[in-house]
């Protein structure tokens, strides 16, 4: 089946946000654009094959130019990539979320004070979508691994496209959760990419996750990329924050995982959110709106130390009028560097109902 216009989606779903980021979230389900997760049985025996097909191995049967492997390796592969999805669903507790905002510098109010939240129309205080997604790199890492034992092909977590679709919640007394269903594969000259979404408590796609890169090692940054980011009238707001062993070690526990010694990827890929805020909230007086969509390449493995990120001056925003008012859509173009090294770029689609003043 062919997918549906990726620019018809957006402008569909452009449609409902307006409504949203004016008056709340509350409006997301009435919206029309809520993608529910399937009642059908997800069937990863007709997946596996495919996946395989992709990293160039076949079960028992022989293809010239490719690697075969029993039935019994290949059932094992299945059982691991259900295995990885159910060991590694998220639970997180308001707790997590003063947790991550302190590390991340993400101060959005609706994250933090349920009052607030409610005001804005929500039900409650949400899940940071950056934290989300730091819980779906523990996945894609997960794969990368299952993958390595499976078939000896070593992958790389290198980047991904991030689509927020519905938020998630916790309650005074219940956790949030969110778990992973795998979706599609597709075959690339150095890797595969992973479709894969991220299913939260009420039975919706929280995130949507239609591009995510494992490759053979992590992507070069061109100096064609890099260089506009040298001038300094080129980047509207930057920010300098520093990782420590401790800030590395509560992101894992945020996480509910035991820390490791690599710094997390969507730790200083965060980052570019919480300048983002800055920004909005020095030229706006409110860090208020939503990012709905992050487009993230990674270059190199983040340290301990301090990173600087940078967010270049966007186009003019697009205005977007519905009933409830009126929103602009901002595109943010960032690049995170520790040790004059690029770690993370990419970009930020962001929704505020406020006009930021660019000059």
Known sequence: ??????????????????????????????????????????????????????????????????????SEQ????KNGLIEIAERLEMSISRYNLLEWAFLVHDWNRIHIFEDYAKEAGYRTTLVHGT?????????????????????????????????????????????????????????????????????????????TCPFTKLRESLES????????????SNVIERSNIEIKKGERNSAYRCLRKKPEEEVLMMHPAAFI??????????????????????????HNQPELGIFETMVRIPSPPKKLDGEKGTIYRYIFEALCIQNDKPVVSGKVTCYSPYEIRLD
Do not use: H
């Not at 991904?160 to 309650?171: A, D, G, L």
């Not at 940054?221 to 300094?232: A, G, K, R």
């Not at 959110?273 to 990012?291: A, C, H, K, Q």
């Open 131 to 207: 934290l989300i997604a730091a819980g779906y790199e523990q996945y894609a890492r997960g794969v990368c691994s299952l993958i390595s034992k499976a078939t000896g092909k070593n992958l790389v977590y290198a980047g991904q496209t991030i689509k927020f679709s519905e938020p998630s919640y916790t309650r005074r007394f219940k956790k949030s959760k969110v778990n992973w269903l795998l979706e599609n594969v597709v075959k690339k000259e150095q890797g595969v990419d992973l479709s894969v979404v991220g299913i939260n408590l009420e039975k919706l796609r929280a995130i």
């Open 221 to 232: 940054l061109s100096s064609d990329y890099i260089t506009p980011f040298t001038v300094p």
């Open 273 to 298: 959110i919480s300048t983002v805020l800055n920004l909005s909230s020095r030229r706006t007086g409110s860090p208020e709106g939503e990012y709905r969509r992050m487009d993230l390449n990674f």
């Open 1 to 70: 089946m062919d997918a549906p216009n990726e620019e018809m989606v957006e402008e569909k779903q452009e449609r409902g946000i307006v409504s949203e980021v004016v008056s709340g979230a509350s409006k997301v389900v009435t919206s029309g654009i809520s993608m529910i997760m399937p009642k059908r049985e997800y069937r990863y025996d007709l997946l596996v094959p495919e996946f395989l097909d992709c990293l160039g191995i076949c079960a028992e049967e022989k293809k010239e130019g490719y690697v075969t492997i029993s």
């Open 74 to 77: 290949a059932k094992e592969f």
